[in-house]
Structure formats: C-alpha cells, structure tokens
C-alpha cells in the first residue's frame, strides 16, 4: 500500500503540472511497461525506429541506459562502443539501426541534448513510462502474455510498477506473445530472423541447423524462458 500510495502521488503531481516536467518541441512516444522482467520493448522500438524511417520522419531515441557507465550524462551511443559503457540494448538498438540514441537517467536532459544536435520530428522513449519528469504525446504498454500481471499486486508483493488500473490510461496495451487482437488490446509475436556469429558477424539463416540439433543455449534478455520456446518452435533441442 506505501509503494502504491508513492507512485499514485507522482502520478497525480504529473497530471497536475507539478515539479520539473519537460515538455519536447517534437512528439514523445514513450515504449514501456508496468510490470518487472522482459516484456519485448527493445524489438518494439526497433519496430518503431523502421516503421517512422519509411514515412520519412527523423527518429531519435532516448534511454536510462541501465548498468552503463558512460564517461559523462548525457551520452550519445555509438555502435563501436561497449555494453559497458554504453548498455546493451542501447547498444544493439544503435548498432541495429544507426539511430541517434542518448543514455541519461534524466530523459528530458536526454532529449534536449539531441535536439540540439541535430533535427528530429520524433522521439521514442526506450522504457520510462513511470518517469514523469518527462512529458509525453503516446504511451504503449507491453505485457507478456504468458505472465500477465501476475498477481496483480505492486511492488514489493507483486511485480507491478503501477496499480493495474494503470493500462486503462495508456494509449495502446501489446501482448507480448497473444495470437489476435481483442476490443481493447493489440497482440504482437516476436520472429526469429537469423543466426549470427557474434565474433565474425556471421549472418545464416534458420535452417543451418537442422531439426533435431541439440545446443547449449545462453539467454540474457528479462524473460529468458521465451527464448528457450522459440528455439524448441525450431525443432532444437537447446
């Protein structure tokens, strides 16, 4: 009840106009979730970053850059830079893309910076739909399917960032894994593409491997166990 008591506090100072809030002279769309683990963010902003390049807008990206030790904040992501200094899906989504990225825990400092590096029409928030000291135009939520919301509790009881109550205020729910859409909710399924040699950079295509192969399998991503399903959907046995 405290932790919801808190959130539900910086929610209502945030509607309200409260405190520090910037407001970006370009559309913000903020890719989030209220829920803790892997929900499918990274490839739904990569979606976004190629769906917005085909209509001829300028994307930019922001991010809180989790465990990166950059030399200074802001920092702008280049694809010759380390997971660690830089984090690894900031990283994968700029070596993916070549987008203009910006790691800063202070996203609105983020967005400044890069509008004042270059011209952007548009920018895409990498998580931070509950930092509130950045205003925004659209909020997408992803849920996993699988998982849900749990036992619908927050913090510290359950894995809710926010009261469920939360996802009847956002622009557009995804699940993660659903096979259709419904009244109120979009379904969005992950494909693999390819396989690639991470020292030579390698790109194969699915069938190198034959049905049946037997692999060590090493995943690092919120949910790992998908990527375990998706090597199993292959006819793998990880």
């Not at 400092?109 to 029409?121: G, K």
């Amino acid at each position: 009840w405290l932790y919801r008591w808190v959130v539900g506090r910086r929610r209502k100072a945030f509607l309200a106009g409260q405190g520090d809030i910037y407001r970006a002279p370009v559309p913000v769309i903020v890719v989030g979730n209220i829920t803790l683990g892997g929900t499918g963010k990274t490839p739904l902003i990569l979606w976004l970053i190629e769906h917005c390049r085909a209509r001829g807008l300028r994307v930019g990206v922001v991010s809180r850059g989790y465990g990166a030790q950059p030399p200074s904040l802001p920092w702008r992501v280049q694809a010759h830079h380390t997971a660690t200094i830089s984090g690894d899906e900031p990283l994968l989504i700029v070596q993916r893309t070549g987008v203009s990225l910006m790691i800063d825990p202070d996203r609105g400092r983020a967005v400044r910076e890069l509008l004042a590096n270059e011209p952007l029409d548009l920018i895409l928030s990498d998580d931070g739909l509950q930092h509130y000291r950045l205003a925004r135009d659209l909020e997408l939520v992803l849920v996993d399917a699988a998982r849900g919301l749990g036992n619908g509790r927050c913090l510290p009881a359950g894995p809710l960032r926010e009261p469920a109550e939360r996802l009847h205020s956002v622009d557009a729910v995804l699940y993660n894994g659903a096979s259709s859409d419904t009244s109120t909710t979009y379904a969005m399924q992950l494909q693999p593409g390819s396989l690639v040699n991470l020292l030579s950079a390698q790109q194969v295509e699915l069938t190198h491997f034959q049905p049946g192969q037997a692999m060590h399998a090493i995943a690092g991503i919120g949910n790992p166990q998908r990527f375990f399903h998706t090597l199993v959907g292959l006819n793998w046995r990880p």
